[in-house]
C-alpha cells in the first residue's frame, strides 16, 4: 500500500516525462526462467532526458512499463559494484552509463557475459564469490597482537604500493570483458587477482604465502594471455591486467627459485 | 568452484614465450630487413655479405652459432606456445596432440639446431 502510494508520489513529481519529446529504444535481454526457455530480447521505447543513466533507464521500464523486469542496482554512483551489465556488448556499470551517448540509435542492454543468468539481467555469481572467499580478501597479521599493542601503523608511501588496487568494487565487468575467463571458469581471474595482490602487497599482512598457491596453479595467473581488456573496462581503474602479469613474474621465480630457497607453499 | 591447485608448469613455457617474444620483437624486424631488403636489393649491405662463405664462417664461429641458435629456438618457442593459445581462443580446445605439435617442434628444433651448431663449430 505504502509502496503503491509511493510510485504514484513518484509519477506525479515526475511530469516532466510527458514533456520530454526524446525517446530511445532500449533492447532488453529477458530470461524469465518460468516462461522463457531461453533469453529473449524485448524493446521498450524510453522517454528519457540527458541526465539520464542507463539505469535510470531500466528504472523506467519498471516503474512505468513492465513491472516484471530485474536487475541489481543500489548506489546510483559507481561505487557499489551491483549493476554491472553489457551494454552494446560492452560491460558497464549501468548507474555510469549514459542514455544521451547512444541518441538516436537506441542499445542493447544484457546480463553480464561469461555468468549464468539467474533472471533477466540479474546473473548467478556465486562462482566470483567462492574466489573471493578463497584468497582471504582481509590482513592476515603477521604474528598475533593484542589489542593493548594498538594500531597498525602504516606510512603512506606503504600504502602506495596496493591502494589502487584497493579500489576495486566487486563489480564483475573484468570478468565479462575476460575471454579466458569466458573459456574457462576455473581461471581465477583479473578482479579476484587485483584483491590478492592488494593484500599481498599490505605492509601490515603476513598472508602472502596462504594465497600463491592458487596464483601458482593449474587455475592461477597463466591461464591469462594478456588480452588487457579487463583494465579497459574497469569503472574504477585497477588494472587487474597488471596485478595479473606481476603475478606471473612472482610466480615463474617462485616456480624456479623454490629449489634454491624452499617456501613449501605449492604443491 | 573447487580450483585445482596442482603447481602449474607453465612459467617454463611462458619464460621461453617471454624470452623469444621479447628477441623476436627487437631483432625480427631488422633480420626480415637485412636477409629479405637489404642484401637481395644490395642495399646498405653488399649481396656478398650473405653469401655462401660468410655465412658458413659465421655457423663456424661459436658466437654465430650461439646467435643462429638463440634465434632459430627462442623463435620457435615463441610460436608455438602463440599458435597454441591462439587455438585455445578461437574455440579449437585442442588436448595432448596440439600441446605435442606446438611444443614438440620447437623442442625438436632446438636440438637438431643445437647438434648441427656444435658439429660445425668443433
Ligand atoms: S577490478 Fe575493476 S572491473 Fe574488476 S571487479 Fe574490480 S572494480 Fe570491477
Ligand atoms: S548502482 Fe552501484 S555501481 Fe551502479
Redesign the interface.
Known amino acids: 500500500m505504502e509502496l503503491q502510494a509511493r510510485r504514484q508520489n513518484r509519477k506525479e513529481s515526475r511530469p516532466a516525462m510527458s514533456e520530454i519529446e526524446k525517446t530511445i529504444p532500449i533492447e532488453v535481454l529477458r530470461y524469465r526462467p518460468e516462461q522463457d526457455t531461453e533469453p529473449v530480447l524485448q524493446t521498450f521505447q524510453v522517454p528519457f532526458t540527458d541526465d539520464m543513466s542507463v539505469l535510470q533507464g531500466l528504472q523506467y521500464i519498471k516503474d512505468y512499463l513492465d513491472g516484471s523486469l530485474s536487475f541489481r542496482w543500489s548506489c546510483r554512483m559507481a561505487i557499489c559494484g551491483s549493476c554491472g551489465m553489457m551494454v552494446n556488448g560492452k560491460p558497464s556499470l549501468s548507474c555510469k552509463t549514459f542514455l544521451r551517448d547512444y541518441y538516436p540509435g537506441g542499445l542493447r542492454i544484457e546480463a553480464l557475459a561469461h555468468f549464468p543468468i539467474e533472471r533477466d539481467l540479474v546473473i548467478v555469481m556465486d562462482?566470483f564469490i567462492?574466489?573471493l572467499e578463497?584468497i582471504k580478501p582481509y590482513i592476515i597479521p603477521k604474528t598475533p597482537r593484542a589489542l593493548s599493542e594498538g594500531e597498525y601503523l602504516q606510512t603512506p608511501e606503504e600504502r602506495d604500493v596496493y591502494e589502487q588496487f584497493s579500489s576495486c568494487i566487486n563489480c564483475m565487468l573484468c570478468y565479462a570483458a575476460c575471454?579466458q575467463y569466458g573459456?574457462n571458469s576455473?581461471f581465477?581471474g583479473p578482479g579476484i587477482m587485483a584483491l590478492l595482490h592488494r593484500y599481498n602487497m599490505d605492509s601490515r599482512d603476513g598472508g602472502t604465502e596462504q594465497r600463491m598457491?592458487?596464483v601458482?596453479?593449474?587455475?592461477?595467473v597463466?591461464n591469462c594471455?594478456a588480452v588487457g581488456y579487463c583494465s579497459e573496462v574497469c569503472p574504477k581503474h585497477v588494472d587487474p591486467a597488471n596485478a595479473v602479469n606481476i603475478n606471473?613474474t612472482e610466480?615463474?621465480k617462485d616456480?624456479?627459485l623454490r629449489f634454491v630457497a624452499p617456501k613449501g607453499a605449492?604443491? | 568452484m573447487s580450483a585445482n591447485l596442482k603447481r602449474s608448469n607453465a612459467p617454463i613455457f611462458w619464460l621461453l614465450f617471454g624470452a623469444g617474444g621479447m628477441l623476436s620483437a627487437l631483432l625480427g624486424p631488422m633480420l626480415v630487413f637485412i636477409t629479405g631488403i637489404a642484401i637481395p636489393l644490395g642495399l646498405i649491405l653488399s649481396p656478398d655479405a650473405m653469401s655462401y662463405t660468410h655465412m658458413q664462417a659465421f655457423a663456424h664461429h661459436w658466437i654465430g652459432a650461439g646467435f643462429i641458435w638463440v634465434i632459430v629456438s627462442l623463435f620457435l618457442w615463441h610460436a608455438g606456445h602463440r599458435i597454441f593459445h591462439s587455438l585455445h581462443d578461437v574455440g579449437i580446445h585442442a588436448g595432448t596432440a596440439a600441446k605435442l605439435i606446438c611444443y614438440g617442434i620447437p623442442l625438436v628444433a632446438t636440438i637438431v639446431a643445437a647438434r648441427a651448431l656444435i658439429t660445425s663449430v668443433v
Open positions: 562462482d567462492e574466489k578463497s575471454p573459456l576455473k581465477v598457491e592458487l601458482h596453479s593449474e587455475d592461477g597463466f594471455t606471473k610466480s615463474a616456480y624456479f605449492a604443491k
